[in-house]
C-alpha cells in the first residue's frame, strides 16, 4: 500500500510557504499570478456572501448590513443558542359574527427543541401569522441617543467648515497683506486679473454662514440608586430564574438578568469568505453563490496543484546510520509533472535534524487520470525508471527512495529539501491566443519529520 | 485634504473595546455592541482556551490579536477590515505592547485605512452629553478612576487599584475552597479536595447569577468581624444559602455569607486606607480646587463590575460616610454627590461613545491612518513627549 494514512492536518510533511511559515500542503494556496505559495496569514480574507445558516437563504450584503447581519425569518433561543421553530396551535376565539360561538383559529409560538424554552414561557403572546410578526424589543434610550448623535453631527460639521475656512482665509490674508503693501498697486491688479480676490475662498462656505447649533438637554444626574431589594437577604434564589452573562451579553443591549425577560433573537448570518492574493490581488478562492453550493468558481489550493508527499512508514532510524526511507509522491494534475530534488541551503526557521541524500536525476510522476484509476487499468506509459531510485509506480503516484542519516541521538528525525517540479501554467494565456501554455518551474522547500530516532541500545 | 475623507458617509466604521475579560465590538452609530465576547481564544488543535491579554513575548500577542480580529470580523460583525476605518476604545493605561501590536496586526496584516485610538473614559462623556465628569471604570482586572474637565482628562488626578471582578473571583475562590461543600449523591464532600472544580467560567456564573453587594449598614458589621476582629455573633443573619450544581451529579453548597462577602473586597479598605470609593474622592482632591465642586456633581461610573445588583447604592451610600470622616471633612467641603446614568450598560458605555466618535465627519483627521503609520512606524502616545503634537 503506497503512502501512509494520515490525518489531514499531520505536521509530518510542512511546506514553507511565501510568508516564511511552514503548513501542511492541506492549509495552502498557490497563486498563479506570482507562482508562490500562500499561506492563511498571506492571504487577504474577503467578506463574500452573507447567508443564514438555518434556512440557508442567501442575503444580499446590502441588505444584510441594515438588517445587522441577522435573518429575518430564523430565531434563536435566548436560553440555549439553539435554533428555534415555530409551532402552531389553535386556539378558540369568539366568532364576530355570532358573539356566542367561537371559532378555532390558528395561532403561532416559537419553541426551543432542545431546552424547550418557548416564547410562552416568557409571556409573550402567540401570533396569527407564522413569520415576521415577531418585531423587535425597542431600546429604551434610543431617543436621547439619537438626539447626542444628531448633536455631535453639527458639531462635527462645524468644526470641519471651520477648519476648511481657516484653511483659505490664511491664504487670502496673505494675498491682502501683500496688496496693503503694494505701493503702486501692482499685485492687486494683477490679483483681480486672477480673480483672486473677489473669488470667496469656497463657494460652498458662505461667510457668515453659521450652523445653527441648538444646545441639547443637559444630561439628567441622580443622587441617589435604588438600593437592594429586601428580600435578597430573606428570600432563596432561584437559580433557573437567573440569565447566565451569556445569555445576558447575547442580549447586549438589554442584558436581563432574570430569565423571564429573555426574548427570541434573530440567528446571525454567517458569510462564505473569498481570498485574494495581498502581492497581486488576484482571487485564489471564490466560492459559489449559492449557499448550498459546496463548489468553488476559483479555487487555487495548493493540493490541486503541488505534487502531495507522503511517508512510507520507515524502518530503524539509527543515530549515524544511512537508511533507505521511502516518500511517496502524487501528481494532483492532469499531465506529466517533472521533479527534481535540490539540497536545501540556509535556514528557514526548520530543524533538520538528519543529513537526506536526494536522487541527481529527474523523475516524472504520470498525471492523474481519475477513470483509470478506478478501472485499475495497466499504466499507459514506460517511463523506464531506475529501481535504485524509484521503489513503485503506481498510476500518478510514485514511490522514491532517499538514504538519511540521522545526526541526533534522540528525537524526531527531520529533513529538508527542496523540491523542483513544472507547472503548467494554464492561466497566463487566454484560450482564445493559440499559444502553447508557458511552463513554469516552481520550487517549495519541504520538511519532512519521520519520525523518532530508535535508540541504539 | 487626503483624498479619502467623506468616507465616513457610509456606516462601516468598526469600533472595538478591547477589554480584559469581554471585547465589545460593533459598527458607528449603533447603540449597541454587535458583539460582547469573551477576550480569548481557542486554540484550534489543543481546544485549549487562552486569554489574548495573556502574552510572553510581542510574537505571541501579534498572533493573539490577528487570531481574534478574524473571528471578529469574520464571524461577528461581516465587514471588510481592507481599508476601513476603525475605532478603539482603550484605557489610558492600556500598555505600550499592546497599542503598537494592535496597530501593527491592524495596518500591516489586515491592511485597515485608519485607526482612531480614543481614552474610552473619555468617549464615555459622549454618551451624556457633558464634558466634565469624575469617571470611574470598574473592570476586570483594575479600577481607573479619572477626573474629566472640559473634555481633557485630568491626568495628574488619576486613581487606580487592581481590585475589580479579578479579585472578586478569588475572594470567592478562597472562600469556597474553606468552607464549600460539595454534594454527589448521598456523599458530601468539602470542595478543598476537589479544587479542580472551580473553574474561572464557574466562579464568574456564580458571582453573576447569586452575589450581590450588600448594604451599607451590614456591610460595616461585616467589616468589624472581618477586619477588626470583632466577635462573629455580630454578623447579620446572612441571606439564603444557593445549591449551585457543578455538573450533572454534584452540587455545590455557596454559604449564603460568601454570596454577601465576596464583592467586600472592593470595598475594604487596605493598608493604605484605599479602596474603589476612596479612590473617587482622592481622585477630587487630586484634581485643582475649582474643579473639585462640579466633578463631584458628575460621577460617572462605567465597567461590567458596576453591573452587580448593589454595587452603585453602595458607592453612594459610602460616599456620603466618607465625606464625613475627618480625613475627607478637612480637606473637602462637599455635602452631596450627583451621578450620572448614561444611555447603556455601564458595560459597554466607553464602546457606545466610541461608536458616536466613529459616526462623525471629523473622524478622518482625527485618526492615525495607514499611510502616515507606514512613514513613522508607530503611533503618538500621550505619555511620549517625543510624539505629542504630532497627530
Known sequence: MAGTLSLPDSEVVQYLCACKKWNSIYRLYICRRCFKIRCGDCVLHEVDSPYCPNCLENMPSAEAKLKKNRCTNCFDCPSCGHTLTTRATSQMIPNPDDPGKSTPKKMYYLACGFCRWTTRDVAIPDKPIASGAWEDMENPDAARISTLLEHYQLLAQKEKVEKERKKYSRRRSHLMYAASMDKYGLVSVAAKRKGLISAGPNPTIKENEEINIKTIKEAVTVEEFPPLPDEIFTEPIQLTKKTSISQRLAMSEFQPSEAVELYPRRKHLLIRRSLRCKECEHNLSKPEFNPLSIKFKIQLIALLYIPEIRVVPPGELKYKKDTKIVLTFSNPVNTNTKIQFIQAEGNEGEKVTAKIELPKKELVLAHRDVPAMYADMPAQQDFKDDSSVVSFRKANKLGIIFKVTPLVQEGDVKVCFVLKHDYLNTAATLPSENEEPEIVWLEHRVTVNLGPVTSSK | ?391
Open chain 2, 1 to 391: 485634504m487626503p483624498l479619502y475623507e467623506g468616507y465616513t458617509s457610509d456606516k462601516n466604521v468598526v469600533i472595538f473595546d478591547f477589554g480584559a475579560a469581554y471585547t465589545k465590538c460593533g459598527v458607528a452609530g449603533e447603540m449597541c455592541p454587535r458583539c460582547i465576547i469573551p477576550s480569548q481564544l481557542k486554540d484550534q488543535k489543543t481546544g485549549k482556551i487562552k486569554q489574548i491579554w495573556e502574552y510572553n513575548t510581542e510574537d505571541e500577542l501579534y498572533e493573539n490579536l490577528k487570531d481574534f480580529l478574524f473571528i471578529l470580523y469574520f464571524r461577528h460583525i461581516l465587514i471588510n477590515p481592507k481599508d476601513r476605518r476603525m475605532v478603539v476604545c482603550e484605557s489610558l493605561l492600556c500598555p505600550e505592547i499592546f497599542r503598537e501590536t494592535l496597530a501593527k496586526v491592524m495596518f500591516k496584516h489586515y491592511e485597515v485605512g485608519s485607526v482612531l485610538f480614543s481614552p474610552g473614559h473619555l468617549t464615555a462623556m459622549l454618551t451624556l452629553g457633558t464634558n466634565t465628569g469624575l469617571v470611574m471604570d470598574v473592570g476586570y482586572n483594575e479600577t481607573l478612576v479619572i477626573p474629566i474637565y472640559e473634555g481633557i482628562p485630568v491626568i495628574k488626578a488619576l486613581q487606580s487599584l487592581p481590585v475589580a471582578s479579578k479579585a472578586i473571583h478569588q475572594r470567592m475562590k478562597e472562600m469556597l475552597l474553606s468552607n464549600g461543600k460539595v454534594k454527589t449523591g448521598n456523599e458530601e464532600y468539602s470542595l478543598s479536595d476537589k479544587p479542580e472544580l472551580l473553574t474561572e467560567e464557574i466562579l464568574e456564573d456564580i458571582k453573576v447569577r447569586c452575589c450581590f453587594t450588600t448594604k451599607w449598614d451590614r456591610a460595616k458589621k461585616i467589616h468589624d468581624v472581618t477586619l477588626y476582629g470583632a466577635d462573629i455573633s455580630n454578623l447579620p443573619s446572612p441571606p439564603p444559602s444557593v445549591h449551585y450544581p457543578l455538573d450533572g451529579g454534584s452540587i455545590l453548597v455557596i454559604d449564603g455569607t460568601i454570596r454577601e462577602q465576596v464583592c467586600e473586597v472592593m470595598f475594604e479598605q487596605d493598608n493604605e486606607q484605599v479602596s474603589v470609593t476612596t479612590l473617587l474622592l482622592d481622585a477630587i482632591i487630586q484634581s485643582p480646587i475649582d474643579m473639585r465642586v462640579e466633578l463631584s456633581q458628575n460621577i460617572v461610573i462605567l465597567g461590567g463590575t458596576a453591573l452587580l445588583p448593589g454595587f452603585l447604592h453602595r458607592i453612594q451610600m459610602e460616599l456620603l460616610d466618607l465625606i464625613k470622616q475627618p480625613r475627607y471633612s478637612n480637606v473637602l467641603a462637599l455635602k452631596k454627590f450627583r451621578y450620572h446614568q448614561a444611555p447603556a450598560k455601564s458595560n459597554y458605555t466607553s464602546w457606545l461613545g466610541g461608536s458616536m466618535i466613529g459616526s462623525l465627519e471629523t473622524l478622518p483627521s482625527k485618526s492615525v491612518s495607514r499611510d502616515q503609520y507606514t512613514e513613522s512606524g508607530k503611533l503618538s502616545d500621550w505619555c511620549n513627549l517625543a510624539t505629542v503634537g504630532q497627530s
